[in-house]
């Protein structure tokens, strides 16, 4: 079994930023696919950004493309979510999650969810 634990979360104002940690705990993580999705309140939850195993296969949705960023953590079992410029469309709970396998932007192919973090973006 797999944990992720989500941080980082916050409120900030419109152009500002903020950065989210996940970190992943349990079973041996090996070949392990990190994403991002996000849910507003009222609105299905929806892709932000996936990451491979290396770190070196990365996929944005086109909404947060240039303005967040997806990375790795060294000891590959964390994963970081850079957000820049960020906007009150952005407010939502953002998800953490794990797959075992090749990277996907499709929310029912990961395994293992976090717990959620709240961002809440003021104008």
């Known amino acids: 079994q797999v944990q992720l634990v989500e941080s980082g979360g916050g409120l900030v104002h419109a152009g500002g930023s903020l950065r989210l940690s996940c970190a992943a705990s349990?079973?041996?993580?090996?070949?392990?696919?990190m994403a991002w999705f996000r849910q507003a309140p009222g609105k299905e939850r929806e892709f932000v950004a996936a990451?491979?195993?290396?770190?070196?296969?990365?996929y944005y949705a086109d909404s947060v493309k240039g303005r967040f960023t997806i990375a790795r953590g060294n000891a590959k079992n964390t994963v970081y979510l850079q957000m820049n410029s960020l906007k009150p469309e952005d407010t939502a709970v953002y998800y953490c999650a794990a797959r075992d396998g090749i990277v996907s932007t499709d929310l029912r192919r990961y395994d293992y969810w976090g717990q959620g973090t709240q961002v809440t973006v003021s104008s």
């Open positions: 990451c491979s195993w290396a770190g070196t296969v990365t």
């Open positions: 349990g079973r041996t993580f090996s070949n392990y696919a």
